[in-house]
């Protein structure tokens, strides 16, 4: 059994960074013209990619304030999910 090391984040930038290369990796990866984003959905990109395991929390507090600087759509879930245009990735404001 593989056993995935924890690699400790230092600051938030470093994670913010982390979760918009996510995002991307999403965005490339996805055949639609929509993404839906969530919290677990980026964290899995990110252990997939980077092999880095982070709190969901974390990355939903980072993921929500994404969604309100950007005027992402929520959708009607339990869990937060956000819509989001593919075309709109390049234009997306973190801080």
């Keep these: 059994m ?3 090391e ?12 982390l979760v918009k ?3 991307e990796l999403l965005c490339e990866k996805n055949i639609s013209s929509i993404v ?5 959905k980026i964290n899995s990109v990110i252990q997939e990619n980077f092999g880095i395991n982070i709190k969901v929390d ?6 929500s304030r994404v969604a309100k600087l950007n ?21 997306l404001k973190f801080f």
């Design 2 to 4: 593989l056993r995935m």
């Design 36 to 40: 839906v984003l969530s919290s677990y």
């Design 71 to 91: 005027e992402l759509k929520r959708l009607s879930t339990n869990i937060p999910k956000y819509k989001l245009h593919i075309s709109k990735v390049s234009s």
């Design 21 to 23: 290369r996510a995002i």
């Design 6 to 17: 924890r690699k400790k984040i230092q600051n938030r930038e470093t994670l913010i960074q």
């Design 58 to 63: 974390k990355i939903g507090r980072i993921l």
